[in-house]
């Protein structure tokens, strides 16, 4: 048989959703598994917009879109960036995908050519490096801890970009970190980008889970840099729509006019029903979020507090998202029952053999010391997941 593409076959399947599936298997054969590894909401999707999508289909919505998406959603958009980012766009800045990831990776692929460098902080979303991969540039790594909150500053921004740097690549509030940077602190990474020519590539899907009063900044709000900075949003996290799919592009209009062209040539359109929901929800009056945001915040609070009552555990209060991401670096080589723990995977199957919790390695985003527990799970489940958390840290010696 002839050979696969080498490209291809360099690119790993997500790490998150191997974990997801591993979890889901072993409850088939019937283990009894609390899993901390959903990277996305445990609520439903709000009756206003499941009414929308059930109108759609009963009015014959069901066609072909244009590819761009339908003149409503993009209307919709356009006035969200404009009340709630301060991103004035039109029509031909905007493109509606299959997921904030397909609108992600269609920009990348409209932006990159073999060689050129995009520059991310690692712990990074799964999806970048590979991502980058597949657009045949090279992911370069901006490594954060526990210590910095997982930030980076404008001097360690400034010392990796060099001529062949093409994307800034950007993700606040963070998955995996929960991490969220202050308009302050975007205006200093601003800073170094101003007077270099690197595109800016931000990824706010997380945008509406803030916590603490904390405010959302767009990159692309800042006047110098709003011509070369792509936003990329959508509805799966803050609407609990992961399933429905439906993500966007706002940047300037060649490059979103290459992304379509690409789109055009893959999936054309994004569903026809999913985009007439994602109206409505676009749309809605954002009870439902506050509601959401209030019931993760109780359980953030929760978790982060029993989490940092651990001795061995350094666990930052994450400001966003619907994750905790903390340091167990302490626990490496310690053991219980001949098992060693000595990396993050061996400390995630550690405990998914040892409590029956799953929790996501910090090596598929780029940071093995530490580990992902989300808290898109039931309070009941936290509480009853925390207490075998903690019985079985206490075995290793
Ligand atoms: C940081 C980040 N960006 C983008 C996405 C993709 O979201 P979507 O479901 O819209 O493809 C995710 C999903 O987990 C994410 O965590």
Not at 1 to 6: Q, V
Not at 44 to 68: C, D, G, H, L
Not at 114 to 141: C, L, M, N, R
Not at 248 to 261: D, T
């Amino acid at each position: 048989m002839s050979s696969y593409s080498k490209l291809i076959t360099s690119i790993q399947e997500s790490k998150t959703l191997a974990i997801t599936s591993l979890i889901k298997k072993l409850r088939a054969e019937g283990q009894e598994i609390l899993s901390f590894s959903a990277g996305e909401p445990d609520f439903n999707t709000p009756e206003y917009i499941k009414f929308a999508a059930i109108s759609a289909i009963n009015k014959n919505k069901t066609k072909y879109t244009p590819v761009q998406g339908t003149a409503e959603l993009i209307e919709s958009i356009i006035k969200k960036f404009k009340n709630e980012n301060n991103l004035f766009f039109t029509n031909e800045n905007i493109l509606v995908s299959t997921g904030a990831k397909q609108s992600l990776f269609n920009v990348m692929m409209a932006l990159c050519n073999p060689g050129d460098e995009v520059i991310f902080q690692a712990p990074y979303w799964v999806s970048y490096p590979e991502i980058t991969k597949i657009a045949q540039a090279k992911p370069i790594v901006i490594n954060t801890n526990t210590k910095s909150n997982f930030k980076i500053n404008p001097e360690q921004l400034e010392k990796v970009i060099t001529e062949k740097t093409k994307i800034f690549l950007f993700n606040s509030p963070s998955n995996p970190t929960g991490t969220v940077y202050s308009k302050s602190e975007i205006r200093e990474l601003a800073e170094v980008l101003i007077s270099k020519d690197i595109f800016i590539l931000t990824d706010e899907i997380y945008e509406k889970i803030i916590f603490d009063g904390e405010e959302h900044f767009s990159f692309g709000s800042i006047d110098e840099l709003r011509d070369r900075t792509i936003t990329i949003n959508g509805v799966s996290k803050a609407f609990a729509m992961t399933g429905w799919r439906i993500g966007y592009a706002g940047g300037n209009k060649g490059i979103i006019k290459l992304a379509k062209n690409l789109q055009s040539q893959s999936t054309s359109n994004a569903s026809s029903i999913s985009q007439a929901a994602a109206t409505a929800a676009l749309k809605g009056n954002g009870n439902e979020i506050k509601k959401m945001v209030e019931e993760f915040d109780l359980r953030r609070n929760y978790i982060v507090k029993e989490l940092q009552s651990i001795e061995n555990l350094t666990c930052p209060k994450p400001k966003g998202a619907f994750y905790t991401f903390f340091d167990v670096s302490r626990y490496y080589n310690k053991s219980y029952n001949n098992f060693i723990v000595s990396d993050s995977i061996s400390f995630c199957n550690y405990l998914l053999n040892e409590a029956s919790i799953g929790l996501v390695p910090g090596v598929a985003f780029g940071n093995d010391n530490c580990v992902r527990m989300s808290y898109a799970a039931s309070m009941k489940n936290i509480k009853e997941g925390i207490n075998r958390l903690k019985k079985s840290l206490l075995k290793l010696s």
